[in-house]
């Protein structure tokens, strides 16, 4: 796949592959690119916000992020366009720049997925933990229509996005070519 330019979504909750994330659409730059994304059959990366960076030179957003597309929708009680998105494939974002509404896009070029061989055994308590969080947060669970429990990298991935770690530290695991750090990172925190 090519570089592509796509619209930037910088939030500072984080969303990867095959994961899943509601949000509210406030802003007229945010409806503008939901509604050209949908309408078009196109997404846009969802990506982490950088505190160190400077916004005036695009800096404030971290170089890898996750294309995404619009899964659900709906209008909120607020009045809000409330939206559900799914990651479909990392992306290395390059040469950001701002439209007239402070729209960011960024020219995007897709990363390999992980490398990732993870004996069951060693993953377990990890797959037990996830999915008590998925019991005790229903409408995290709720956005989920088939969790995938048994897939290693689905697992890792939810981990990683649910992780209390800044943005950086989660950037280090994404740059990585297998899931090894991660893996040993989570195993330390859940046994």
């Not at 509210?24 to 997404?43: L, Q």
């Not at 992980?114 to 956005?143: G, N, S, T």
Request: glycine share 4%; aromatic share 10%; proline share 5%.
């Amino acid at each position: 796949m090519n570089m592509q330019r796509f619209p930037l979504f910088p939030l500072t909750a984080h969303l990867l592959p095959e994961g899943r994330m509601a949000l509210r659409i406030f802003e007229p730059r945010y409806t503008r690119m939901v509604k050209e994304a949908c309408a078009s059959d196109r997404g846009f990366v969802v990506c982490m916000l950088n505190s160190q960076g400077d916004k005036e030179k695009n800096q404030h957003i971290h170089s890898i992020g996750t294309y995404a597309k619009v899964v659900d929708f709906d209008v909120l009680d607020d009045g809000l366009l409330g939206i559900t998105v799914e990651g479909l494939y990392c992306v290395e974002i390059n040469e950001i720049e701002t439209e007239s509404d402070e729209l960011r896009t960024g020219l995007c070029s897709p990363l390999d997925n992980w490398a990732c061989e993870v004996p069951k055994q060693d993953i377990a308590p990890m797959v037990d933990k996830l999915r008590q969080v998925f019991e005790h947060y229903e409408d995290y669970a709720a956005i989920y229509e088939t969790p995938k429990f048994d897939k290693p990298m689905w697992v890792l991935l939810r981990w990683l996005e649910l992780l209390p770690v800044d943005a950086m530290q989660k950037q280090h695991f994404l740059e990585q070519k297998n899931c090894t750090k991660l893996l040993n990172y989570l195993s330390s925190l859940v046994l």
